[in-house]
């Protein structure tokens, strides 16, 4: 099943189910995926998986970067909202590499590419996250 039509089915189901707040949550979820269609003019054909997950990705780090701010400011309540939100998004992002499955993968593209200094870095970078996508943040 695609990772929309699975996200579709499960804000269906908890909203028939009486859980509000998950549903509502992939109903924003799915509202930032049609924005994406829309603004990329792929409505009709839709966006592939990896683009999907990108964008999970992207609001799971906004959730959290609300959560820190609400933190800051003494809202524990927004914050924890913030923090169950960005938690049912996780669940449709790849299970994350560790750092030392991340620094095995580094260390592997290093070696490849040759890279002996920093002015390296961006191509370094650019291999690894091509090689790993979503399973590791930026």
């Known amino acids: 099943m695609a990772l929309k039509q699975r996200i579709e089915s499960d804000m269906k189901a908890a909203l028939l189910g009486g859980n509000r707040f998950a549903g509502e949550t992939l109903r924003g979820l799915k509202a930032a995926i049609l924005n994406e269609e829309v603004a990329q003019n792929k409505r009709d054909t839709g966006l592939d998986d990896a683009t999907i997950e990108q964008i999970i990705a992207k609001e799971v780090k906004k959730r959290n970067e609300s959560a820190a701010i609400y933190e800051q400011n003494m ?64």
């Open 75 to 138: 809202r524990e309540d927004s914050a924890e909202n913030e923090r169950r939100e960005a938690e049912i998004l996780g669940n449709y992002l790849p299970e994350q590499l560790s750092e030392a499955e991340l620094k095995t993968v580094v260390d592997a593209k290093i070696a490849e590419l040759g890279a002996t200094d920093v002015k390296m870095m961006g191509q370094v970078m650019g291999a690894v996250k091509k090689e790993v996508g979503n399973a590791a943040d930026g």
